[in-house]
């Protein structure tokens, strides 16, 4: 008896400390140092679970389990109510700027129960969310520069509705603010999880991938990284190297000399000289999101990236690459998580570096233009011989990333590096 009644104890024992650890809290606090001390807003993605949430600088990160009794998560650009609800509720939520936006729902297992993807213009949009079946949901909306994720709890009973979001309208106008400075914003976090951390200030970003164990203060490297054209990039440190977490995208070297911008293929196929283009042509659609595509020319000049910056040599990316468990690995943890630009199935993404690749296509020797949505190149200051320069590259059917050659005609984007 008394041997089991001890094996009882333990195991109850056991189940305690199992829960403890799973429901552990943690707040996350943010600070900066660098060009600034100030945090202006923090935009946090659970790339585990691809959730996220926006802040303020002052306010107070809890990551934990959360409880079905909790109803929080709701951030000021984006409004859930009624919240419970009993299987009718009003999503309305404030698009930054006129763009792509993803609006996907994701039960508690992370299954995805519906998506709708649509090009939105600035301002309020509103639906009505019907047919969600009793349970704990997440509603996360993703554009280019809007991530937000809220909470849902349905009390909902019937049975064999279907799940149907409906557009109600726009409004030109802001939601009202729903939290004041020092507030605390809860997201649900399991052990484990890797967190992405964008934190802004001014023109200024950066960011920091982490896997939190215990309650910290995030601090925020804000480095200038400005080009001729007054495009502000956002940096990220991997290891001892600093990174632009985005693609070049100036039209101008960093003395201000406009670079040539050549649209014909005709044209482009002849150039033994310095030019850039954007994909398809297209600036608007392409351009904003995924860069410019420079011949190799234009890199040779030593003169593309924002000053302090420069093209990193083969060494260089080889260097990146190994640090990240070498090129049969590292492209998985260079490329953005999920599919709102990859194509499926967008193997081994995890974007444990932050380094946020993104699938921009390349521009042949021809001039013609093709892998949008399925691939990405980059330029290296190396080059291979007298008509091939080496880069490197990531693909959605791979984790690899590649490290080959292309003609330096071709249109490839770059990564600057700092000096």
């Not at 960093?254 to 850039?276: E, F, H, K, M, Q």
């Not at 998985?332 to 993104?358: D, Q, V």
């Amino acid at each position: 008896m008394n041997k089991i009644f001890t094996r009882i104890s333990l195991i109850v024992f056991l189940l305690i400390a199992t829960v403890k650890i799973y429901s552990q809290n943690y707040n996350i606090s943010f600070a900066a140092t660098g060009a600034t001390t100030t945090v202006s807003t923090v935009i946090v993605v659970n790339l585990t679970q691809n959730t996220s949430v926006t802040l303020n600088g002052n306010d107070i990160l809890n990551l934990g389990h959360v409880g079905i009794n909790e109803t929080g998560l709701n951030n000021e650009n984006l409004q859930i109510y009624p919240n419970p609800t009993q299987g009718s509720t009003e999503i309305a939520f404030y698009a930054e700027q006129k763009g792509n936006a993803q609006i996907t729902i994701n039960d508690i297992t992370g299954k995805e129960v519906l998506r709708f993807d649509n090009r939105f213009t600035k301002g309020i949009h509103k639906f009505q969310l019907n047919g969600l079946k009793k349970g704990m949901y997440f509603v996360n909306i993703k554009s280019e520069t809007y991530l937000y994720s809220s909470k849902l709890i349905s009390q909902n009973t019937s049975q064999g509705e279907a799940v149907v979001l409906e557009y109600l309208g726009y409004e030109n106008e802001k939601v009202n603010k729903l939290k004041n400075t020092n507030s605390t914003v809860n997201m649900p976090y399991n052990n484990g999880d890797r967190l992405l951390f964008r934190g802004v200030s001014g023109n200024y970003a950066n960011i920091i991938t982490d896997i939190p164990t215990s309650s910290k203060t995030i601090t925020f490297n804000f480095i200038a990284c400005t080009d001729a054209d007054n495009n502000n990039y956002a940096t990220v440190q991997i290891d001892t190297q600093i990174w632009m977490a985005e693609n070049l995208k100036t039209t101008k070297y960093n003395n201000g000399t406009p670079i040539p911008n050549v649209t014909d293929d005709t044209a482009w196929s002849n150039l033994y000289t310095p030019a850039y283009c954007w994909y398809d042509n297209n600036q608007s659609t392409y351009g904003v999101i995924y860069g410019a595509l420079y011949n190799w020319y234009t890199v040779n000049t030593s003169n593309l990236c924002p000053t302090g910056w420069h093209v990193p040599t083969d060494a260089e990316w080889t260097t990146l690459t190994d640090y990240l468990g070498g090129n049969y690995i590292a492209g998985g943890k260079l490329k953005e998580t999920g599919t709102l630009h990859w194509l499926n199935p967008n193997t081994g993404a995890s974007n444990l570096s932050g380094f946020t690749a993104l699938p921009g296509g390349n521009c042949a020797p021809s001039g013609s233009f093709f892998g949008i949505g399925g691939s990405s190149y980059w330029w290296s200051a190396t080059e291979y011989n007298a008509n091939n320069a080496l880069r490197r590259g990531v693909h959605y059917s791979y984790s690899y990333a590649y490290r080959n050659y292309s003609g330096e005609q071709s249109g490839l984007y770059v990564r600057c590096v700092k000096d």
